[in-house]
């Protein structure tokens, strides 16, 4: 499969199986357009019938047959053969710490942090025996993730302490690592804690928006005020404290149809001097009035292409500035396997609640129809099953999939989303979020190209 595409006059060409990323001439890219595999030792006639010299159609193409020749071009297609789930050992969880919130974003997800349940926090008795169940199902794996998360995970930092050192050391124990990560809202950070989790944490995600009046229209105090200014001189003091460190963070926003122009967000953030930025798309029923709709698309495709041409002018200039969503690695990135499934959720990935219940990930909890079990029981009769169709959900068994130039760089998809958003499935995709993959990942191949000092 190849796909070709022009972006700021730029002609690009991208051999989906191989992973390959070409940069042609217009003749190359007009080319490209007409041909269909396997290519022939000499170019077809009709490509005479474009309007170019026949001399300069011969060397264009002779060098096009080349390409694929080295399998860089029309490069034959390939199956992963997918690990039985009963053999796939749990990596990671997903620890709700508090299913309880001291903001009420707009858009939330998790109804403002009780995930449709009660208010509640984890104890620490509860994260330890999660973790002891991580260690246990983990098989051969040596390196284990864990991500505090909530609601908001500092309104439970006594047990986020507690569950750090009790996993580094049990995991220390038998031979094992885990890294810690924890996204947070920024409210509750003071120097104390902010030392702390640059300390400990492995990753931070955190949580602002962009810019004041969009941050502040979206993330709000339940009693008032703006939550920009509490948090931007905490967040910016944990960024720079870990860019000087050498490790993880990014600030991460959403955006919504309230602010399509969410470029000026990034850039906005990049000037405040956060080098590591994400703002994803907000995922909601259409019926709410947050939600993107098909109609929108055009103008969320030109304000991605205004972001990624904005990019190389600052990457250029020499600023320090990575987007989340246009970060490919096309030499060495993602195993096969995981290109092939995604994330993991409900197989390698499992989510934790307050009370120990299991769900896929996090975007499952509080959703009775998931619940795989309970860390003090082990999984339910029904999570086998289950489990298996999660197994089962990738892009060889979505039909839309298969055909899809994408369908390496996102796994298939977000299966909560295919459930919550189109037509209750985790097998069915999410036509609006496939659409913007498409567009990211267009993107992301053109900053590539315009950035790579590589061939």
Do not use: W
């Amino acid at each position: 499969m190849l796909h070709t595409f022009e972006l700021d006059g730029e002609y690009l060409a991208l051999d989906v199986n191989s992973g390959a990323l070409h940069v042609l001439t217009k003749l190359a890219y007009d080319i490209c357009g007409k041909l269909e595999s396997p290519l022939g030792e000499k170019p077809p006639v009709e490509l005479f019938e474009l309007g170019y010299p026949k001399e300069e159609v011969e060397l264009a193409y002779g060098e096009l047959y080349s390409l694929f020749e080295q399998n860089l071009l029309f490069s034959p297609d390939f199956v992963v053969t997918m690990p039985d789930n009963q053999k796939m050992p749990l990596k990671a969880l997903c620890l709700h710490v508090a299913h309880d919130c001291n903001m009420r974003c707009g858009y939330c997800f998790a109804d403002t942090g009780e995930y449709c349940g009660k208010r509640e926090l984890m104890t620490p008795e509860t994260g330890m025996k999660a973790i002891d169940f991580l260690i246990e199902s983990s098989g051969h794996i040596k390196n284990l993730e864990v991500d505090f998360f909530g609601g908001e995970p500092l309104m439970a930092l006594d047990t986020v302490k507690i569950v750090t050192e009790y996993g580094k050391s049990r995991a220390s124990q038998v031979g094992k690592s885990i890294n810690f990560t924890l996204t947070t809202n920024g409210a509750l950070l003071d120097d104390e804690t902010i030392e702390y989790l640059d300390r400990e944490m492995y990753n931070l995600v955190l949580s602002v928006d962009g810019r004041k009046s969009v941050n502040d229209n979206m993330r709000r105090f339940p009693g008032g005020g703006s939550t920009y200014e509490k948090i931007i001189p905490a967040f910016q003091k944990l960024a720079k404290t870990r860019e000087e460190n050498g490790t993880s963070y990014y600030v991460r926003g959403t955006f919504t149809a309230k602010n399509l122009d969410f470029s000026e967000d990034v850039f906005h953030l990049s000037d405040l001097g956060f080098g590591e930025i994400s703002v994803e798309p907000v995922a909601l029923d259409e019926s709410h009035p947050l939600a993107l709709k098909d109609e929108m698309l055009p103008r969320i495709f030109e304000e991605y292409e205004k972001l990624a041409i904005g990019l190389v002018k600052r990457i250029e200039q020499g600023e320090h500035i990575n987007f989340f969503h246009f970060i490919v690695d096309l030499e060495a990135g993602p195993c096969v396997y995981k290109r092939v499934k995604g994330c993991g959720a409900g197989c390698e990935y499992i989510a934790v609640t307050p009370s120990g219940d299991l769900y896929p990930c996090h975007q499952f909890a509080g959703m009775e129809d998931y619940r795989l079990g309970n860390i003090y029981s082990g999984f339910n009769d029904s999570a086998k099953p289950l489990r298996k169709r999660f197994e089962n959900a990738n892009i060889y068994t979505k039909p839309e999939c298969g055909k899809c130039f994408a369908k390496f760089f996102c796994g298939g998809g977000c299966a909560a989303a295919g459930v919550k958003y189109a037509g209750g499935e985790i097998e069915n995709n999410y036509k609006i979020g496939c659409e913007l993959e498409r567009k990211r990942l267009e993107c992301a191949l053109y900053l590539q190209a315009k950035t790579s000092s590589g061939n």
